[in-house]
């Protein structure tokens, strides 16, 4: 099973401000990676798939990039509706798995 | 608009039965397939088991292979998971999820639902 590690655990940003997170593979998934936001008491919401393909009304602040066993999503200019904890999911070995989550915290 | 209604969670013993149910709606039900997907308490998600659009095809992570059966009912456009021998180890928030293809093994999800809580304890 292919393992995936996100990075920070918690980062806290600022309103407006960009942040980065990072999610890197045990092995390659190509560009076969999702991109989760959960707020809490809502359901998960699809943010990115294909690595870099924002989802049907994802904002263009969202943006995915990377292949094979490093991925990153950038949020250009963080908004209050933002601040969530964020999961990557790799689709390309079955089972496919999910990282643990990076919580987006006001600074 | 897509609408996923999970409910059946609640409160059992070790060892003890429950069957988590998930209505769907806004979309044609039958022609995707559908996974659970459990978040444990400080824990991340973990996918659970999945089935085709028809049904005919099911999928179950090991941690749960022999214990949980998943099904649907494309008529009442319901997933189903059956959950037996539950152990503290399963106690988590479950949400139901609709995925992007119609079979095969699940990808990834673009619908999910806000989930049914299930608490084990004596």
């Known amino acids: 099973e292919i393992v995936m590690t996100q990075s920070p655990a918690n980062l806290s940003v600022s309103p407006g401000e960009r942040a980065t997170l990072s999610c890197r593979a045990s092995?390659?998934?190509?560009?076969?990676l999702a991109w989760y936001h959960q707020k809490p008491g809502q359901a998960p919401r699809l943010l990115i798939y294909?690595?870099?393909t924002r989802a049907t009304g994802i904002p263009a602040r969202f943006s995915g990039s990377g292949s094979g066993t490093e991925f990153t999503l950038a949020i250009s200019s963080l908004q209050s509706e933002d601040f969530a904890v964020y999961y990557c999911?790799?689709?390309?070995?079955?089972?496919?798995?999910f990282g643990q989550g990076t919580k987006v915290e006001v600074k | 608009e897509v609408e996923l209604l999970e409910s059946g969670g609640g409160l059992v013993q070790p060892g003890g039965s429950l069957r988590l149910s998930c209505g769907a709606s806004?979309?044609?039900?039958?022609?995707?397939?559908m996974s659970w997907v459990r978040r444990a308490p400080g824990r991340g998600l973990e996918w659970v088991s999945g089935?085709?659009?028809?049904?005919?095809?099911?999928f179950y992570a090991d941690s749960v292979k022999g214990r949980f059966t998943i099904s649907r009912d494309n008529s009442k456009n319901t997933l189903y998971l059956q959950m037996n021998s539950l152990g503290a180890e399963d106690a988590a928030l479950y949400f139901c999820?609709?995925?992007?293809?119609?079979?095969?093994?699940?990808?990834?999800?673009?619908?999910w639902g806000q989930g049914t809580q299930v608490s084990v304890s004596s």
């Open positions: 999911q790799q689709y390309n070995s079955w089972p496919q798995t």
């Open positions: 092995q390659s998934v190509d560009s076969s």
């Open positions: 294909g690595a870099s």
């Open positions: 999820a609709k995925d992007i293809a119609a079979a095969g093994h699940p990808l990834y999800f673009d619908f």
């Open positions: 089935i085709s659009g028809s049904g005919a095809s099911t």
């Open positions: 806004g979309f044609s039900f039958s022609t995707y397939a």
